[in-house]
């Protein structure tokens, strides 16, 4: 394979697995409380901006921020799903993606008065470079890459595999079944939507090292997210994941042939392509998770 096509498949590759647990939690969410959670990437950015304070601030090391800042975001989104989503579970579609605009709003502000409109990174932050498919890959991004992937892996296993995880997907597919079945729909919903926040919190300590960070970094990956879920099909976790995949090459490869703009513009169209010809999603045939 030429060499420059092969370095441009490896970082769409990477770019993918950071976009496919980050879609992949709101997908989560979507999928078993049919809530459009706007606030979804302010979680991430706030990861990440928390992660340059214990990193950089606090001196703590790296892997400190890979358990603090999950943690904090589901403890975050339990808050969110306890005293705002909670009170919307029976209201018009609408209602819960004004309330989590709103969220969102407040978030973007907290966070730009906390640390200013300024971008801040980790550029020390595993140095160095490794090989992979005969492409030099920085670390940050490999690493980055192994732990999104990975964990989006993780988090799809225990949907299947799982008591908790097969009660969570039976509120998605059937929710009246499950309430009779005896499953506490509340509970499932709870956790979902703490698990959907960590995995956004963990996308933000990944970004960090590799991306600047600034209080708007929320607003412009969750449109990314959007596309990723509505080409892989609205509530469908594996096509979220195949999804994320596919339009992380494809913005590299639009990217290096049409300049970083187009190349990000190229998502949308796809986006628009399947909304016009698949609705469904590539993968979402009628089931969710």
Known sequence: MNAPVLELLVGGVLLGGLYAL?????????????????????????????????????QAPYWVALIVVPAGAALAGLVLQTFVIRRLADAPLIMSLLATYAVST????????????????????LSGSVRVAGVDVSVARFTAFLVAIGTSLAVWIFLRS????????SVAQAPELAIISGISV??????TFALGSAMAGLAGVLMAPTFASDAQLGSRFLIKAFAVIIVGGMGSYPG????????????????????????SALLYLVMLAVLLVRPRGLLGVGARI
């Open 106 to 125: 407040v978030l973007v502000n907290a966070a730009i008065l906390i640390w200013g409109g300024g971008y801040r990174g980790l550029p020390g932050v």
């Open 22 to 58: 980050m879609a992949g939690g709101l997908n989560l969410i979507f999928g078993v409380m049919r809530v459009v959670n706007f606030a979804h990437g302010e979680f991430l950015a706030i990861g990440a901006l928390v992660t340059v304070s214990l990193v950089a601030g606090a």
């Open 186 to 191: 509340e509970r499932v919903r709870n956790i």
């Open 240 to 263: 979220a994941i195949a999804a994320a995949m596919l339009l992380g090459i494809l913005e590299v490869f639009g990217g290096y042939a049409f300049g970083q703009v187009i190349g």
């Open 162 to 169: 799982t008591r908790t995880g097969r009660a969570i997907r």
